[in-house]
């Protein structure tokens, strides 16, 4: 059987019963092609989109959930605000909607909620890959393919806020830091802010990174060769805490379980520092909280004032 088929098939099991709008593949392979959409429900559309920024471009697809506001369609004489949401390592862009109840949470929100797939332990970032780089390169594909998709075919604009949890929270954080003028906000719901222990917190000092098990070198380089260190502080967000001053920060985090216990190590530590630096912090700390999704979902429930009002929403 083809790859094509493969795929196809593929596709048709996993969204069973929902109807696809397949979209043409075009000649020239321009990064960032939506194959095709589906409606899964009044305010649910998902977007398969190709990249060559994905590992295997010829073929592979990664799914876009947009939560839709009222009034929305792509022919609308008007564009919406986005508030990106970023899942954890092992989840995929299901995992808010579906066991962090985000589509209730979010009913009157005037704003396109942006629930985007990558990997299992992507980091949100452009892989090293032993000095190759190349795919996946999960951040051109993210703030330049899906972006662009967003604001050219699907009504957004260009007033962003983001949000994610675990690995999602160091992806929000990241982001809002390395592109300060991109979002207005940004939100860490037990996110992994300082996986270089950079802090000082506690950690396997041969073996930072902590959580999804991923190839850390190949992920961001060797932390012990100087150069490649500067992959690692780049993309920390305790080492880029300077720049996430002048915007509204959320940063929830917990202490139940071994996880979690990790997470609040460094997640005070960051907070510590933000507001040394003199950033608007909104701290929630709830000892009770592990690293879970009813924390996440309360967390979240708390944070949508913030990441809603900085877009005008």
């Not at 909607?97 to 985000?102: A, P, R």
Request: charged fraction near 20%; include cysteine.
């Amino acid at each position: 059987m083809s790859g094509p088929i493969r795929i196809a098939l593929a596709i048709v099991s996993v969204l069973a019963g929902v109807a696809l709008t397949f979209v043409p593949r075009t000649p020239a392979d321009a990064a960032g092609i939506v194959r095709w959409e589906a409606r899964v429900s009044d305010r649910v559309l998902d977007i398969g989109i190709s990249s060559p920024n994905l590992e295997d471009p010829d073929w592979s697809v990664k799914v876009v959930r947009l939560l839709l506001p009222p009034g929305w369609s792509k022919d609308a004489n008007r564009t919406w605000p986005t508030v990106w949401v970023l899942h954890g390592g092992f989840d995929d862009h299901k995992s808010w909607t579906d066991k962090g109840d985000l589509e209730a949470l979010t009913k009157d929100a005037n704003a396109i909620f942006v629930l985007p797939e990558t990997s299992w332990c992507s980091a949100y970032s452009d892989w090293y890959n032993n000095g190759a780089w190349g795919a996946p390169a999960w951040e051109k594909y993210l703030l330049e393919d899906v972006r662009t998709i967003l604001e050219s075919t699907y009504k957004a604009n260009t007033t962003r806020a983001i949000a994610g949890n675990s690995m999602g929270g160091l992806g929000a954080m990241k982001f809002a830091a390395e592109y300060q003028g991109m979002f207005r906000s940004a939100a860490s719901f037990s996110g992994n802010v300082d996986p270089l222990h950079a802090s000082g917190a506690p950690g396997d000092p041969d073996k930072p990174g902590q959580g999804c098990a991923a190839d850390w070198k190949r992920v961001w380089g060797d932390y012990n060769i100087p150069a490649q260190r500067a992959i690692w502080e780049q993309n920390n967000p305790y080492s880029q805490a300077a720049k996430l001053t002048g915007k509204p920060l959320f940063v929830s985090y917990g202490r139940s379980g071994a996880v979690e216990e990790a997470v609040y190590q460094q997640n005070y530590r960051f907070v510590d520092r933000l507001q040394q630096l003199g950033a608007t912090v909104d701290e929630r700390y709830v000892e009770g909280h592990g690293h879970d999704w009813p924390a996440w979902r309360a967390q979240m429930q708390n944070a949508l004032g913030m990441l809603l009002t900085s877009v005008g929403a």
